[in-house]
C-alpha cells in the first residue's frame, strides 16, 4: 500500500503549498514592543557602509528599548517602487526622491506623521519651502532630508595628469568645454560626460537648463505648460552637440545610467560630469573613489534667472502602519536622519562610526533648515570630517551666492524619460533637430498635464 | 486539436448518474488527479487570460479602484507616437533576424549532416552559445559593443585596419548589433533542429535521385529542401513569433535607446506596466499585449493558409 | 510563466511537429533506440560515389574545415575570453581587452565574486538552483498527474479541460504578463503576497501547456492493454499510475525535465519582477543589477562563474541536451 499513499501525497502537495503559504502571517509581538522594517542602503553597498548602519541600529534599540528595527536593503527606482508599493512589501520607512511624494500623497499612499512630527523640536525650523514637498493642506507626510545641489564632479588626479591645476576647476561653459578638450586630446579619455539613461539624460538636462537660465515647465494662472523647448535648453543641447560633433571629447558611451556614470567616473573613464553634490558617498560605498582625487564645483551659472537644481529625498512611513509603528518611525527617522544635524552627541556618534568603516564624512549637502545649523552640525563633526575640504571648497562657496531652483514638479519622471532620448540623439545623430525633438517632448509631457485630474 | 485526444471512452454508458455512481465510478480518484492541473492552470493561466481582456478595458494601477473606461486604452495606445516606432523598431528587429539568422543555420545543418568524423564536434561547438545563459550573454555582448577604440570588437576590426565602429551608440547600427547578438545566442539550436531533420530524410529518396543522375546540387534542391519544406516553415513563423515579443536584448544592452531606436512591443508593454512609481498603467498595457496577440494569431492563420498548398504538395 | 514556451501557435502547427514532420518521428527514433544509433544516419546528401569523385572532395573539404574554424571563432571565442577577462585586473581589460594577461593574471577576482558580501553570488547560484528545483517539481507533478487524468483516466469533462489546456498555447506569454504578476501579488483564498517567495516563480512554471500536450501524447502511445491486465489484478488508479505508468514515461519525463530545468535557468523578465529581495534572486536577475555596482574585473568573474556551471553540465550530458533541443526546439517560440 505504499505507492498509492506516495501518490496521495504527491497530488495533494499543492493543497499543503497553499497551506504553508497561508501560515505565514506576521507574528504577534510580545507585550510593548513594536518590530518596524526600516530601509537600510542600496543593494551592492560596501561590507564598511553596512557594518557602519547596523552599529547606528543598535544604539537606536539601546535608546529605544521598546522598538526593534528590522532594516532591509532598499533603492528607490521607478520599477521596482511601483512593485513594492503595489505587492505591499515596501518597509515601514523608506524614501523617495522630492519629485515623486507628492503625487504619491494625494493617492493616499502615504502615512500623515503630522501629530508625530509636530512634537520634534525641530518641527518649526524647517525650511517651509523643502517641507512643503511632503506636505498638503497642513499635513505633513514626510520628512525631506539630505538635500543635494547639481555640481560637476571632476577627477583631481586626471586634472593633474593633463596639466590643468585641480584647485581651479572651470566656472564657466566655455571654460568646461575648453577643459574637457584638453583632457580628451592628451589622455584620450573623455573629457565630460554626460548621463544618458534611466531618466537621468532628463534630469541632467534640467539641471544644465536651470544654470543658463531656462525653465522646463512654467505655471501661470494654476496651469502648467512645458516649455522644453526653451532657448535655454536648446543652448544646451546644443553644447552637448557641439562637444561631441566638433571636440569628440564627450567619449563614446552614451547609455549611462546614473550607477553606470558613477562607474565610469571611479574607473577613471572621464574627468569631469554633472551630477549632484551628494554623489561622493556612493562613490565611495561603491566605486572605490578615494575622496583625495575626488572635487567637486557648482554647475556654471549663467544669463538671467539662473540657478542651480537642487533636489533630496523624503523620509516617509508606510500608508498601513499602525499609530504606534507610526510614531516608532518618525522615532526612527528623527534618530537616523535628522539628529546628526540638530543634536551634538548623535551627530558626533554617527560620525565617529561613518569614519570607523571608512565612510566618508563632509559630503556637501544643502540645509533643511538653515545654512546656520547646518554649519553649526558641521562645527560638531569638525575633526572627523574626512572629505578634504578644499577639494570640495569650489561647491561649497559657489552653492550660497545661487538661486535654488526645485525639479520640475509636475510628470517629472515621464519628463525627464523623454528628454532622455532627446539627449541620445543629440549625443548620437549629428544632424539631429533638437527642436523638433523637444516640441515632441512638449506634446507628450502635455498631454500627460492636462489629462491630470487636480 | 481534438484529435490528438482519442476520441474512444472508456466508461461505459450509465442510464441514471447519480453523485453515488459518480464515486463508485472512480469519479473522486480522477478528479483528485486532475486537481493539481485544474488548480495551477485556473489560477496561473485561464484566470489571468479572462483578467487581461478585463483589464484591458478598464483604467486601473491597483491603488485606485478599476473603472470602465471602454476603448479609451487601446485609443491612447495607437494615440502614443512610441508605439508606432516600436512597432516599426519590433518589425526591423524580425526582419534582421531572419535575413541573419535564418540562411546560416541551414547552410550550416547541411554542411555538417556531411561531416564524416568527430561530428558530435561540430554539434557541440554549433550548441555552446545556447548553454551560455542568455543574461550572461547579453551583459558579455554589451562589453564587447564599447564603442571606444578600446572595445573588444574594435580592436579586433583594428587589426585588419577597420576604424572604430559606434555599435549600439548610434540608433543606426544599436538594432543590427542587437540582433547579431540574438542570432548568435540562437542559432546553436535552430542548427541542431536542422541537423535532426536531415537525419531524418529516407536515405533511399537519395539513392533513387541518384539513379536519375542527380548531382549533389540537385539532390540538395530536389531531395533535401522538399523534405525539410515543413520544418522549415514551421521555424520560420515561431521564429517571427518568438522575435516579435524581443525583450531581453534591448532592454538590458541598450534599454531602448540611442534615442528610441531599439525600443520595441514588449519593451513599450513594460514600461507603461512598470515604470511609474503610482503604480503603472495596467489597462494600457494589457491593451498592446492584446494587439500583439490578436497580429500574432492573424498572421499565423494567414501564414498556414498562403503555405498549405505549398507545404501539402 | 516560461517565456519560452507558450506562443501563439496556430493548430497546424503542432500538428506538423506533433505528427506529419520530422521532429514527431524523429522523437520516436530517439526515444525507442540510444542516442549513438540515432546521430548516424545510413547516408547523406553526398554518396559515396561522390565522395570518390575530386571536386567534391576539394570542396567540401575546405568548406568543411573552414565552418570548423568559424564554429570554434563563435563558439569558443566569447567564452574564451570571459575565462581569461574573469581573471585580468579591470584597467589592463578596459585599455587592451585582446591582450592576454599583460600584468599578470588574479585569481582573487573569482573568490571576491562568489563570496564578498556585496557582491556574493554564491547565495544567489544557490538561488538559481532552487528556482530550477521547484520550478521542475511543480511542472513534472503537474504535467504527470494532468496527463494522467487526461490520458488514461479520461473522465467525461477531460475533453474540455484538455481544449482549454491547449487552447493556452495560443496565447503569447506577453498577455499574461500584467495580470499573472496581479495574481501573485494577490493570490486567491492566500492573506499573504506571493512576492519575493520562490512560490511566484514555481507555481507559474506549471501551468505549460507544452509539457500536458508531451506527456498525454506520450501517456495515449502506451499500450492500454498493459493497464487492463493490472486492472484485473486488482490495481487501483494510484497503484497504475505510480508503479507502472510512471516507470514507462521515463523518456518523456527526461525531457520535460530538462525543458523546465533550462528554461527556468534562462527566464529573466519575470524572476525579476517578483523577486525584488537579493536573497531570494536568481543570477539572471541579480547579474544585471550589480553590472555597474562592482568593479568590472568582478563582475566579469561573477559571469563566468553563471556560465561555468551550465557548460559544463553541457559537456556531460551532452547527448541528452542536444537531442532534446532536436525535438522541443521546434515547438519552442
Not at chain 1, 550660497?400 to 524619460?417: C, D, G, M, N, S
Amino acid at each position: 500500500m505504499k505507492s498509492p499513499r506516495k501518490a496521495v501525497i504527491a497530488t495533494v502537495a499543492i493543497g499543503a503549498v497553499l497551506a504553508a503559504l497561508t501560515g505565514c502571517s506576521p507574528a504577534a509581538a510580545p507585550d510593548g514592543k513594536i518590530t518596524i522594517t526600516v530601509a537600510s542602503l542600496i543593494p551592492g553597498s560596501s561590507k564598511d557602509a553596512f557594518a557602519a548602519f547596523y552599529a547606528r541600529v543598535q544604539q537606536f534599540e539601546k535608546a529605544h528599548k521598546n522598538i526593534t528595527l528590522k532594516p532591509v536593503e532598499y533603492q528607490w527606482t521607478g520599477p521596482t517602487f511601483a512593485s513594492q508599493l503595489a505587492g505591499g512589501t515596501l518597509p515601514d520607512v523608506f524614501n523617495v526622491p522630492f519629485t515623486d511624494s507628492q503625487s504619491l500623497l494625494q493617492a493616499g499612499q502615504l502615512a500623515d506623521i503630522t501629530a508625530d512630527v509636530k512634537k520634534l523640536p525641530y518641527a518649526s525650523k524647517f525650511n517651509q519651502n523643502l517641507l512643503q514637498v511632503a506636505s498638503k493642506d497642513g499635513k505633513i507626510y514626510g520628512i525631506p532630508y539630505g538635500p543635494y545641489g547639481y555640481g560637476i564632479s571632476y577627477n583631481r588626479a586626471l586634472f593633474t595628469k593633463a596639466g590643468l591645476d585641480p584647485n581651479k576647476p572651470p566656472t564657466t561653459w566655455d571654460e568646461v568645454r575648453a577643459d574637457a578638450k584638453i583632457i580628451s586630446d592628451k589622455l584620450h579619455i573623455a573629457g565630460f560626460m554626460q548621463f544618458t539613461s534611466g531618466n537621468t539624460g532628463g534630469w541632467a538636462l534640467t539641471a544644465e537648463t536651470y544654470s543658463r537660465g531656462g525653465r522646463m515647465e512654467t505655471v501661470s494662472g494654476g496651469k502648467t505648460t512645458v516649455t522644453t523647448d526653451n532657448p535655454q535648453t536648446i543652448a544646451s543641447l546644443q553644447y552637448l552637440h557641439d562637444l561631441r560633433w566638433v571636440d569628440n571629447s564627450v567619449g563614446s558611451n552614451f547609455l549611462l545610467d546614473w550607477s553606470g556614470m558613477n562607474q565610469y567616473f571611479g574607473a577613471g573613464q572621464t574627468a569631469m560630469y554633472p551630477s549632484g553634490s551628494d554623489v561622493l558617498t556612493s562613490l565611495v560605498q561603491q566605486n572605490n573613489v578615494d575622496p583625495k582625487d575626488y572635487g567637486l564645483t557648482v554647475l556654471p551659472t549663467e544669463g538671467a534667472d539662473s540657478g542651480i537644481l537642487a533636489g533630496g529625498n523624503v523620509a516617509t512611513v508606510n500608508v498601513k502602519a499602525s499609530a504606534e509603528e507610526k510614531a516608532a518611525a518618525v522615532q526612527w527617522i528623527d534618530f537616523y536622519y535628522m539628529q546628526k544635524l540638530t543634536n551634538q552627541a548623535q551627530s558626533v556618534a554617527d560620525a565617529k562610526i561613518l569614519v570607523g568603516a571608512k565612510q566618508p564624512v563632509g559630503v556637501p549637502q544643502l540645509p533643511i533648515f538653515d545654512q546656520k545649523t547646518l554649519d553649526t552640525s558641521l562645527g560638531w563633526i569638525d575633526q572627523y570630517i574626512n572629505v578634504p575640504k578644499a577639494n570640495v571648497a569650489p561647491f561649497q562657496d559657489g552653492v550660497f551666492k545661487l538661486t535654488i531652483v526645485p525639479e520640475p514638479a509636475r510628470h517629472t519622471q515621464e519628463l525627464y524619460a523623454a528628454l532622455d532620448s532627446v539627449v541620445q540623439a543629440v549625443l548620437t545623430d549629428k544632424n539631429a533637430d533638437i527642436t523638433a525633438l523637444l516640441q515632441g517632448v512638449n506634446k507628450k509631457v502635455q498631454a500627460l498635464v492636462d489629462a491630470d485630474t487636480y | 486539436m481534438s484529435s490528438t485526444v482519442s476520441s474512444a471512452t472508456r466508461a461505459p454508458v450509465r442510464d441514471r448518474r447519480t453523485p453515488l455512481t459518480w464515486l463508485k465510478g472512480g469519479g473522486l480518484t480522477n478528479l483528485l488527479f486532475m486537481v493539481p492541473l485544474l488548480v495551477i492552470f485556473g489560477v496561473f493561466s485561464w484566470t489571468p487570460i479572462v483578467q487581461a481582456v478585463v483589464m484591458s478595458v478598464q483604467h486601473t494601477n491597483l491603488v485606485t479602484t478599476p473603472e470602465f473606461v471602454g476603448f479609451a486604452n487601446f485609443v491612447h495606445v495607437f494615440n502614443d507616437p512610441t508605439f508606432y516606432t516600436a512597432v516599426q523598431n519590433t518589425g526591423y528587429f524580425a526582419l534582421l533576424a531572419l535575413v541573419f539568422g535564418f540562411p546560416a543555420p541551414l547552410i550550416a545543418a547541411v554542411l555538417m549532416s556531411e561531416v564524416r568524423r568527430a561530428k558530435g564536434l561540430f554539434s557541440a561547438l554549433a550548441y555552446l552559445p545556447v548553454v551560455v545563459p542568455p543574461v550572461v550573454a547579453v551583459l558579455l555582448w554589451k562589453f564587447f559593443y564599447d564603442a571606444s577604440p578600446h572595445g573588444v570588437f574594435n580592436t579586433i576590426l583594428s587589426w585588419v585596419g577597420i576604424p572604430p565602429q559606434p555599435w549600439i551608440q548610434s540608433a543606426t547600427t544599436a538594432m543590427p548589433s542587437l540582433v547579431l547578438e540574438a542570432t548568435w545566442a540562437a542559432a546553436g539550436g535552430t542548427i541542431i533542429i536542422y541537423l535532426a531533420a536531415l537525419t531524418s530524410v529516407a536515405p533511399e529518396l537519395y539513392d533513387a535521385a541518384e539513379v536519375d543522375g542527380a548531382g549533389i546540387w540537385r539532390k540538395i534542391w530536389h531531395v533535401t529542401l522538399p523534405q525539410l519544406r515543413p520544418i522549415l516553415l514551421v521555424t520560420l513563423i515561431l521564429q517571427i513569433i518568438g522575435t516579435s515579443q524581443v525583450f531581453l536584448e534591448p532592454f538590458l544592452i541598450t534599454g531602448g535607446g540611442p534615442a528610441n531606436s531599439t525600443i520595441t512591443i514588449l519593451q513599450l508593454i513594460y514600461s507603461y506596466a512598470f515604470q511609474n512609481s503610482l503604480g503603472g498603467n495596467y489597462g494600457e498595457a494589457t491593451a498592446l499585449s492584446l494587439l500583439l496577440a490578436a497580429f500574432l494569431a492573424v498572421l499565423s492563420f494567414v501564414y498556414f493558409r498562403a503555405t498549405k498548398a505549398w507545404s501539402d504538395n | 510563466m516560461t517565456t519560452q514556451t507558450t506562443t501563439a501557435v496556430a493548430p497546424e502547427v503542432l500538428s506538423a511537429t506533433g505528427s506529419a514532420a520530422a521532429p514527431a518521428r524523429q522523437r520516436r527514433r530517439f526515444l525507442a533506440r540510444g542516442p549513438k544509433e540515432a546521430d548516424a544516419p545510413d547516408r547523406g546528401i553526398v554518396s559515396a560515389a561522390d565522395w570518390h569523385r575530386r571536386s567534391v572532395k576539394a570542396s567540401l573539404r575546405p568548406a568543411h574545415i573552414l565552418l570548423l574554424v568559424l564554429l570554434v571563432i563563435a563558439g569558443l571565442g566569447p567564452l574564451l575570453w570571459l575565462m581569461k577577462s574573469a581573471i585580468t585586473p579591470t584597467q589592463d581589460t578596459l585599455t587592451n581587452p585582446m591582450a592576454l594577461f599583460p600584468n599578470g593574471a588574479d585569481w582573487s577576482t573569482l573568490s571576491t565574486a562568489w563570496n564578498d558580501p556585496s557582491v556574493g553570488i554564491g547565495q544567489q547560484f544557490l538561488n538559481t538552483l532552487w528556482v530550477a528545483t521547484g520550478s521542475w517539481g511543480v511542472q513534472l507533478l503537474v504535467a504527470t498527474t494532468g496527463g494522467y487524468a487526461l490520458a488514461i483516466l479520461r473522465p467525461k469533462y477531460g475533453k474540455i479541460v484538455n481544449g482549454l489546456v491547449l487552447g493556452t498555447l495560443f496565447v503569447p506569454a506577453v498577455v499574461l504578463l500584467v495580470p499573472l504578476y496581479l495574481v501573485v501579488l494577490h493570490p486567491p483564498l492566500l492573506q499573504t503576497s506571493l512576492l519575493n517567495t520562490f512560490w511566484a516563480v514555481w507555481l507559474p512554471a506549471g501551468a505549460n501547456a507544452f509539457n500536458i500536450l508531451l506527456v498525454t501524447r506520450f501517456f495515449n502511445s502506451l499500450p492500454r492493454e498493459i493497464f487492463e491486465a493490472a486492472r484485473t489484478d486488482g490495481a487501483g488508479p494510484f497503484r497504475l499510475f505510480w508503479s507502472i505508468v510512471l516507470p514507462m514515461s521515463k523518456p518523456i519525463l527526461g525531457v520535460v525535465s530538462v525543458f523546465a530545468i533550462i528554461n527556468a535557468w534562462k527566464d529573466y523578465l519575470w524572476p525579476s519582477l517578483v523577486l525584488h529581495d537579493p536573497v531570494v534572486q536568481p543570477l539572471s536577475v541579480r547579474l544585471p543589477l550589480i553590472q555597474s555596482q562592482i568593479q568590472l574585473d568582478v563582475f566579469l568573474a561573477a559571469l563566468a562563474i553563471s556560465t561555468i556551471i551550465p557548460i559544463l553540465l553541457f559537456l556531460v550530458f551532452q547527448g541528452m541536451f542536444l537531442r532534446s533541443a532536436g525535438l522541443g526546439g521546434a515547438v519552442k517560440g
